[in-house]
């Protein structure tokens, strides 16, 4: 029997929350193109959502900077570090 997953950290729990509301607000996009809404409207949206998910990869990448998403147990190197920051970037 696989092992059940780890239990979620305040932080994981903020994180998807934070990821739902992201969520919503690209269902919103969706429908402001539907609706034929302004362009200014929309991209004044999309600047939203961008910021939401960066601020919600900062938070994983502090995470992860911390040592609970890199390899439980074992230290963080400054390679770790600098690998994380290069995949928030892609």
């Known amino acids: 029997m696989p092992d059940a997953p780890p239990a979620l950290t305040d932080t994981d729990t903020r994180v998807l929350l934070r990821l739902r509301r992201i969520e919503g607000q690209v269902r919103g996009l969706q429908r402001m193109i539907e609706d034929g809404r302004d362009c200014h409207d929309i991209l004044t949206q999309l600047s939203g959502v961008r910021s939401a998910l960066d601020a919600a990869g900062e938070q994983i990448l502090e995470q992860y900077a911390s ?19 290069k995949l928030l970037r892609r």
Do not use: F, M, N, S
């Open 67 to 85: 040592g609970c998403r890199a390899r439980p147990g074992e230290p963080i190197t400054p390679q770790d570090v600098v690998r994380a920051v």
